[in-house]
C-alpha cells in the first residue's frame, strides 16, 4: 500500500514526538516541517525545515496531509484557523502511537495526537486536534473536547468532561464524571474533585479555582 504523504508544522520538542509516532506508524512519507521562524535549525531529527506555510501553495507539497504539532491549544487553533482560509482544500492527519490501547467505541477526530503509552477507554470521544500525551489516560464514556489537551501522565475518570481548548496540566488527576470547561487549565498534580466553570484556573489537591483567564492566554 502506498504511503500517503505527510507535512509538520512545528519544529519544537512536541514536534519531535510528533516525529516518532509517524515513524513508528509507518504509514506516512514524511516530507518535512513547516516553520516560520527562520533563525532555527534547518532540521530536526534528520528531517528538513521545508519553510514557512508559504510553501503549501508548492506543487511540489500538493496533496500531502498536514499534522499540527503545536502544543499551546490556542495557537494551534489559530494556525488551523488561517490555513483553512488560505488552503481549504488541506487535510489532516490523525496521529497514533501503535503503543496507545484504544478501546472498542472510541471516536478520535483528525488533527489529533495519541501518544505512547495512552489509554483511551470504551465510548470514549476524543475531537478533533487534540493531545492526549505519553501515559494519558481516559476512561469510559470521556470527553475531550476540540482544541483540548491531556499532559502526560493525566488521569480523567469515566464519563468526565474536558471542554475546548483546556490544558490539563502533568500527572493531575479528574474524578469520575467531572465536567471542566472551556479554556480552563489545571495545574500539574491537581486532583479536580469538583466541576468546573469556563476560563478558570485550578490547581491543588483537591483543585481550587485561584483566578479566571481569558482565552488564548499563554499557559506553556
Known amino acids: 500500500m502506498e504511503k ?9 520538542g512536541h514536534a519531535k ?15 518535512g516541517l513547516i516553520e516560520s521562524n527562520p533563525n532555527l535549525e534547518k532540521s530536526v531529527l534528520g528531517y ?6 508559504s510553501i503549501l501553495s508548492q506543487s511540489d507539497y500538493e496533496g500531502a496531509l498536514l499534522f499540527i504539532a503545536i502544543g499551546d491549544n490556542w495557537v494551534r487553533h489559530l494556525v488551523k484557523q488561517r490555513i483553512s482560509i488560505a488552503f481549504p482544500s488541506i487535510k489532516y492527519a490523525t496521529l497514533i502511537h501503535p503503543s496507545a490501547q484504544i478501546a472498542k467505541g472510541v471516536n478520535i477526530g483528525v488533527g489529533s495526537a495519541i501518544m505512547a503509552g495512552a489509554i483511551v477507554n470504551s465510548d470514549s470521544n476524543i475531537e478533533e486536534f487534540t493531545i492526549v500525551n505519553t501515559k494519558a489516560s481516559i476512561d469510559h464514556d470521556g470527553r475531550l473536547c476540540a482544541f483540548a489537551s491531556l499532559a502526560p501522565n493525566v488521569t480523567t475518570g469515566g464519563n468526565a468532561t474536558i471542554g475546548p481548548f483546556t490544558a490539563i496540566g502533568i500527572g493531575a488527576n479528574i474524578k469520575h464524571g467531572i465536567q471542566i470547561g472551556a479554556h480552563c487549565v489545571i495545574g500539574g498534580g491537581s486532583l479536580v474533585l469538583k466541576n468546573l ?6 490547581y491543588g489537591v483537591p483543585a481550587i479555582a485561584i483566578k479566571s483567564r481569558m482565552a488564548g492566554d499563554k499557559y506553556l
Open 48 to 53: 528538513a525545515i521545508l519553510g514557512d506555510e
Open 17 to 31: 514526538v510528533i516525529i516518532d509516532i509517524v515513524e513508528k506508524q509507518n504509514k506516512y512519507n514524511l516530507f
Open 197 to 202: 466553570e469556563d476560563n478558570q484556573i485550578a
Open 4 to 12: 500517503e504523504n505527510l507535512i509538520i508544522i512545528g519544529s519544537s
